[in-house]
């Protein structure tokens, strides 16, 4: 049993704006993204998604190939970064970024949800899960895989780097962490 955490492919938008639950089309070269996923991707048997369309597509694809049931969840989305949505991050005020930092669990100075909102939802997704007998593939957002890092105790969770259409893996021994 695995819990595989595949990032969306490249979303088209520019290189260092903020876009949390906006949702965002896909980038021109997402069919070659697609068919690196196609020939690497480790085996699943169930496979859940954000509703967001840099997602929900691409989970499509992959249901479709795989000839199995895709199950579409909001608790999946990314964190919603109220008014920095769509700001360059180098255009919001140093004063909100500090404020964020100082209290990075609990602040809010965007007005969206802070990191403790998007843990608690993470953690209802896990709670609601079926056993996890089965490998199953989590088509999802760079924040929601640092949360569920962070529900296993993974070092450095919240800095945990992952490209797009990369994925990692948790196996039994990780997940016994959430059960």
């Not at 690196?36 to 991707?41: D, G, I, N, P, S």
């Amino acid at each position: 049993m695995a819990l595989i955490l595949l990032r969306h492919t490249q979303p088209d938008i520019a290189e260092g704006i903020c876009y949390g639950q906006s949702d965002l089309p896909l980038a021109s070269d997402f069919e070659a993204q697609l068919q690196r996923l196609y020939e690497t991707l480790p085996g699943f048997s169930r496979l859940y998604t954000s509703p967001l369309q840099r997602c929900h597509i691409l989970a499509a694809h992959l249901s479709s190939a795989r000839g199995i049931p895709v199950f579409v969840d909001p608790r999946l989305m990314e964190m919603n970064f109220g008014n920095w949505e769509n700001q360059a991050w180098n255009d919001i005020s140093r004063p909100e970024l500090d404020a964020w930092a100082d209290d990075f669990h609990h602040a809010r100075p965007h007005g969206g949800e802070s990191v403790a909102n998007l843990s608690t939802r993470v953690r209802s997704f896990l709670a609601d899960l079926p056993d996890l007998s089965e490998d199953t593939l989590i088509v999802c957002h760079a924040g929601i895989i640092r949360a569920l890092l962070a529900e296993i105790n993974a070092e450095n969770a919240w800095q945990y780097k992952l490209n797009f259409g990369d994925w990692i893996t948790l196996d039994e021994h990780e997940l016994s962490a959430l059960r």
